[in-house]
């Protein structure tokens, strides 16, 4: 009896994180997202919500480096633009 | 020293130390080859796609986040493939308090962020959250760069 109460306060004591700093963590998230970042009831966001966003978030910006990548090989390969030779003497030095 | 542990710190360093490692492995890919030889379109993108990551991983500070670990981990694993964060399987446990009445969607919801955070399947889930904000505050930034680098190269 006495073994267990000991257990569980050195549990959460340590190496558990306490429902404040997880909460803490949720709206840290939400102040990344664009999309959650400027709600007025920011405490009327759920938990799930800010999760879900998150993922849609990180989803988007994979899909923007795919998009740069590609970019950036045509502009790289072009050798018409002065831009890409002073890119391309800057990244050859 | 659980204290130590459970600080939570976010800071990631400024966009110009992202620009600098993006421009340092780009520079070492166009040297083994060069961006105009007649590659393959679609190997050109790859190549850049990865230098994107692992630099990114690299500005971020390498061995100091779990996920650029994870990252940079896998990018050696699969040298020369292109960089993907398969989905994980294991599962990690929430806090049981918390998981007692925690709702599916949640659950849902931090099974699929697991997926998309490098190295997402084995942290617990505070670390997770901790994680995702500082990739996020990364991959963020280095679409900047991105962006910055494509503005600056597209004819006016």
């Known amino acids: 009896m006495s073994g267990r109460r000991s257990r569980s306060r050195q549990s959460s004591g340590t190496s558990r994180i306490s429902e404040e700093q997880i909460n803490d963590l949720i709206?840290?998230?939400?102040?990344?997202?664009?999309?959650?970042r400027d709600s007025r009831r920011s405490d009327k966001v759920s938990a799930a919500r800010v999760l879900q966003e998150t993922c849609n978030y990180i989803r988007n910006l994979h899909r923007e480096v795919d998009d740069l990548s590609e970019r950036l090989s045509e502009l790289l390969a072009n050798t018409d633009t002065a831009q890409a030779a002073l890119i391309r003497s800057l990244l050859t030095q | 020293m659980a204290?130590?542990?459970?600080?939570?710190?976010?800071?990631?360093p400024e966009k110009d130390v992202f620009a600098l490692h993006f421009l340092q492995t780009l520079s070492n890919l166009s040297t083994q080859n060069p961006f105009s030889s007649p590659d393959k379109k679609s190997d050109r993108v790859k190549k850049i796609k990865k230098a994107a990551y692992v630099s990114m991983a690299r500005a971020a500070g390498c061995t100091d986040r779990l996920w650029s670990r994870a990252l940079l981990q896998r990018a050696a694993k699969r040298n020369?493939?292109?960089?993907?964060?398969?989905?994980?399987?294991?599962r990690v446990t929430w806090l049981r308090r918390r998981s007692n009445r925690r709702d599916p969607v949640e659950e849902a919801a931090a099974e699929r962020l697991r997926n998309?955070?490098?190295?997402?399947?084995?942290?617990k889930t505070?670390?997770?959250?901790?994680?995702?904000?500082?990739?996020?505050?990364?991959l963020s930034m280095q679409v900047k760069v991105m962006q910055c680098l494509v503005d600056g190269l597209s004819p006016k």
């Open chain 2, 80 to 90: 020369n493939k292109i960089v993907r964060f398969p989905r994980r399987r294991k």
């Open chain 2, 126 to 138: 505070s670390k997770l959250m901790e994680e995702t904000a500082h990739y996020i505050k990364c």
């Open chain 1, 27 to 36: 709206i840290k998230l939400q102040q990344l997202l664009p999309e959650l």
């Open chain 2, 3 to 12: 204290f130590a542990e459970n600080h939570i710190n976010t800071d990631v």
């Open chain 2, 116 to 123: 998309l955070v490098p190295g997402g399947g084995e942290m």
